[in-house]
């Protein structure tokens, strides 16, 4: 079963600009998750989406957003990117059986220049 | 106080060492527990998944709870200079988000 996949890898971006960040689950999982990653605050929650739906979301401004598509594929975008945006972006899908475990994608890389 | 703590380290061990890593919880509703693996420039891989108290062993790995004493940890035997890499722990209580600690950076020496 392929895994989590993300796309791009790499990005680099400057102040203002804006980026979507793309995500392909693992066949058959509904859920979609995205994390900020950074050294200093480690994982950090962004928001859930399950079915279409946003089912929770962390404490980031509105500048973050996402959707999910009917086949479960799931985009992040960031508007009026700032310096510390950059990080590591890292989406995380998971089966509906309840309380399972999130299985990561490999993440894209965003620079904010 | 943190949710989740975790040494950060890094830890430096060689070659076949008994590793331990360890995370405390303040929480005592959780009642799911995971340990990732996350090489350089990759994401999270789950290791281990457990809901238990006591031991849960896979090959090297052991991942054991104390829910008594809201401690996880991770023990790797004969660790590999491949094992070298952060270790996140996760913990989920039911219908909530997942908490993650800040990882422990694992150095294994040849």
């Known amino acids: 079963k392929a895994g989590v996949t993300q796309t791009p890898r790499y990005l680099i971006k400057t102040r203002g600009q804006q980026v979507t960040l793309s995500c392909s689950p693992i066949s058959g999982h509904r859920s979609v998750s995205w994390y900020q990653q950074t050294p200093g605050q480690g994982l950090q929650f962004l928001f859930e989406?399950?079915?279409?739906?946003?089912?929770n979301k962390g404490n980031f401004p509105g500048r973050f957003s996402g959707r999910q598509f009917s086949n479960s594929r799931s985009e992040m975008n960031v508007s009026t990117l700032e310096l510390g945006d950059s990080a590591l972006y890292l989406c995380?899908?998971?089966?509906?059986?309840?309380?399972?475990?999130?299985?990561f994608g490999n993440g894209t890389r965003l620079t904010v220049t | 106080q943190k949710e989740v703590e975790q040494d950060p380290g890094p830890l430096s061990v060689p070659e076949g060492a008994i590793v331990s890593l360890n995370c405390t919880y303040s929480n005592s509703a959780f009642q799911y527990f995971m340990w990732y693996r996350q090489y350089s420039r990759k994401g999270p891989e789950l290791l281990m998944y457990t809901y238990s108290s006591g031991n849960k062993e896979d090959g090297r790995f052991t991942a054991q709870v104390d829910k008594s004493s809201k401690y996880i940890s991770l023990f790797i035997r004969d660790s590999q200079p491949s094992d070298s890499a952060t270790y996140l722990c996760?913990?989920?209580?039911?219908?909530?988000?997942?908490?993650f600690g800040p990882g422990t950076r694992l150095s294994v020496l040849p």
């Open positions: 995380a899908s998971r089966s509906t059986e309840v309380n399972s475990p999130l299985h």
């Open positions: 996760a913990l989920l209580l039911y219908g909530q988000n997942f908490v």
């Open positions: 989406y399950f079915s279409e739906t946003q089912r």
